[in-house]
C-alpha cells in the first residue's frame, strides 16, 4: 500500500489542523494505522493509532484530548484532527500503516510509510 500524507502547515498556537493520509493499491481496511512524528532535533515519536475498522483508537499523552484519529475506509483515508495546537507539536508528521501490530507505538511495526508533511505551530 502507498500512502500520501498531506494538510500541514503553518498555524498558530490554539489552532486546529486536519492531516489526511490516502492510501492507495490495497484494500485499506486490511490495515491499521498510525502518526508519528519528528520534531527538529529529536527522535521520532508515536502520535495516534487506529484499528482496522476504527473501533479501536490509542493515543500518546501528549496529544489525548487534543488530537483525534478517524479513519473512512471508502475514501482509503485515515485522518489526524488536531486541535488546541501547541508549539511543541512542531514537527513533521508522518502516517503509517501496516496489516497487524503487536505494539502500535513503536514505529518498527509499520511496514508502510508516507513521505510526512511538516506542522508548524507559531507562539
Given at each position: 500500500?502507498?500512502?500520501?500524507?498531506?494538510?500541514?502547515?503553518?498555524?498558530?498556537?490554539?489552532?486546529?489542523?486536519?492531516?489526511?493520509?490516502?492510501?492507495?493499491g490495497r484494500?485499506?481496511?486490511?490495515?491499521?494505522?498510525g502518526?508519528?512524528?519528528?520534531?527538529?532535533?529529536?527522535?521520532?515519536?508515536?502520535?495516534?493509532f487506529?484499528?482496522?475498522?476504527?473501533?479501536?483508537?490509542?493515543?500518546?499523552?501528549?496529544?489525548?484530548?487534543?488530537?483525534?484519529?478517524?479513519?473512512?475506509?471508502?475514501?482509503?483515508?485515515?485522518?489526524?484532527?488536531?486541535?488546541?495546537l501547541?508549539?511543541?507539536?512542531?514537527?513533521?508528521?508522518?502516517?503509517?500503516?501496516?496489516?497487524?501490530?503487536?505494539?502500535?507505538?513503536?514505529?518498527?511495526?509499520?511496514?508502510?510509510?508516507?513521505?510526512?508533511?511538516?506542522?508548524?505551530?507559531s507562539?
Amino acid at each position: 500500500v502507498q500512502l500520501q500524507a498531506s494538510g500541514g502547515g503553518l498555524v498558530q498556537a490554539g489552532g486546529s489542523l486536519r492531516l489526511s493520509c490516502a492510501a492507495s493499491g490495497r484494500t485499506f481496511s486490511d490495515y491499521v494505522a498510525g502518526w508519528f512524528r519528528r520534531a527538529p532535533g529529536k527522535e521520532r515519536e508515536f502520535v495516534a493509532f487506529i484499528t482496522w475498522s476504527g473501533s479501536g483508537r490509542y493515543y500518546a499523552d501528549s496529544v489525548k484530548g487534543r488530537f483525534i484519529i478517524s479513519r473512512d475506509n471508502a475514501k482509503n483515508t485515515v485522518y489526524l484532527q488536531m486541535n488546541s495546537l501547541r508549539p511543541e507539536d512542531t514537527a513533521v508528521y508522518y502516517c503509517a500503516a501496516d496489516r497487524n501490530y503487536a505494539n502500535y507505538r513503536t514505529a518498527g511495526e509499520y511496514d508502510y510509510w508516507g513521505q510526512g508533511t511538516l506542522v508548524t505551530v507559531s507562539s
